[in-house]
């Protein structure tokens, strides 16, 4: 006991030296409207040079708070996402970082050496030739003329675009110019590296040459933020994240917790109104053709009766039915179609099709279709359900909606696919 109580005090916060950004409380507001923006934009000149408080936190008609109280660390060697919706201020919060544009309210900490790669190229001069531009860009970068010198020749092997370096930059294919931008920021080996939405340059040979160069800057201390809506690059570069949405912060922690919290509101956004679970009326004996559903729901492995499903668990679709005679060789069929997506029907099942027909007795029976994995992504889903004999039908649910949820992340498959992963030797 007394070890432990030894370790437990022995155990030290966080050095700060080693945040090298540090965003508290941030705050940025754009007004809608430009001739509005303008008129603002000259009065908040005018009251800081007359020392006046301009009452940054307060919003004036027609202005719109695009970041409200960020607020996040970065540390050296980190390599941290921000992730969120188009619209959510990650590139606002980088052009804040960089210094290009300035906070309403809050501050930014900087240590170290910034290189944005905001928009790749954007910085170079059409009429100068990529030599030209490389000397320009990375003396603006913070780098001297020898230095430039010494990395010009693995600037231009890293881009791969030796035979047209002295071309003017203005007959570079966008291609050409972003693999060139990319290159010099990577080579002035900077503190500090900002990404925004640039690391689907080239093709895949070049992409994977940029990851690697990321993960050798990394290993040498440099710390990254990178926007991309792309989560596999995400995942496979950074550790930590920050979630933003509508301008503000949602959540930070481990990347795979976030992404996952990221792609669940992402795809379940409006579904408040799906239930998973529903009652039908009970219909009189003259309504009735034989056999009357009269609920429609899910059932986890345990039993118990859930709302939403969670992709790659087990889970049964569950068909409360009244019979009133006998049925030997009912056919329980299922139509699953994706609301609002792109695929359209997902699923068409029948208790035919897989030789399973089902014995209904007279009174209440329970259907269920069990699935040993939900095959599902996370979204929202409609069920079409139908009793049958033959071509026969009892009853029919027209519409049955539910939602289902994700432990893992899942975004770039179609379906939930049940692995195992295994060496040989």
Not at 156 to 167: H, K, M, Q
Not at 171 to 192: K, N, Q, W
Not at 269 to 279: C, D, F, I, Q, R
């Amino acid at each position: 006991m007394t070890d432990l109580i030894e370790k437990k005090i022995s155990i030290q916060p966080p050095d700060d030296s080693e945040v090298v950004i540090s965003v508290e409380n941030v705050s940025k507001k754009f007004c809608r409207n430009l001739k509005q923006s303008l008129l603002y934009g000259v009065q908040d000149i005018t009251t800081e040079l007359f020392g006046v408080n301009r009452n940054s936190d307060v919003l004036r008609p027609k202005e719109f708070w695009a970041l409200k109280d960020i607020s996040f660390q970065l540390r050296r060697g980190e390599a941290l996402a921000l992730i969120g919706s188009n619209g959510a201020g990650k590139s606002t919060i980088l052009r804040i970082i960089s210094g290009l544009i300035k906070p309403d309210t809050g501050r930014v900490r900087v240590r170290g050496r910034i290189a944005p790669l905001i928009a790749l190229g954007a910085g170079f001069n059409p009429i100068l030739t990529g030599r030209e531009n490389i000397y320009a860009n990375m003396s603006i970068l913070g780098l001297s003329t020898k230095e430039i010198e010494e990395r010009f020749q693995d600037v231009i092997d890293f881009a791969e675009i030796a035979d047209a370096i002295d071309a003017p930059v203005q007959t570079y294919s966008s291609g050409m110019a972003a693999r060139l931008g990319f290159a010099c920021a990577v080579h002035i080996e900077p503190d500090i590296l900002l990404i925004d939405e640039v690391l689907a340059v080239g093709d895949i040979k070049f992409r994977m040459k940029c990851h690697r160069r990321l993960a050798k800057l990394r290993d040498n201390g440099t710390a990254f933020i990178l926007v991309s809506h792309n989560p596999p690059a995400i995942l496979n570069v950074c550790t930590s994240a920050v979630y933003i949405s509508k301008g503000k912060l949602i959540t930070t922690g481990d990347i795979d917790t976030v992404v996952r919290k990221y792609e669940e509101d992402l795809c379940l956004a409006g579904t408040e109104k799906s239930p998973g679970y529903l009652v039908l009326p009970e219909k009189s004996q003259n309504e009735s053709t034989g056999i009357d559903i009269t609920s429609v729901y899910f059932k986890d492995a345990q039993g118990n009766i859930v709302a939403t499903p969670t992709s790659g668990e087990p889970i049964s679709l569950c068909v409360e039915c009244k019979a009133h005679r006998r049925v030997t060789n009912a056919n329980l069929c299922i139509t699953i179609t994706d609301v609002g997506g792109e695929n359209g029907r997902i699923l068409y099942l029948t208790a035919a099709n897989d030789n399973e027909y089902l014995e209904v007795l007279p009174g209440k029976n329970e259907l269920q279709m069990y699935m040993p994995f939900c095959c599902l992504n996370p979204g929202v889903y409609n069920t079409k359900v139908f009793i049958k004999e033959g071509a026969y039908s009892f009853d029919a649910v027209e519409s049955f909606r539910f939602t289902v949820k994700s432990n893992t992340i899942t975004s770039q498959s179609l379906f939930y696919q049940p692995r195992e992963w295994k060496v040989m030797n």
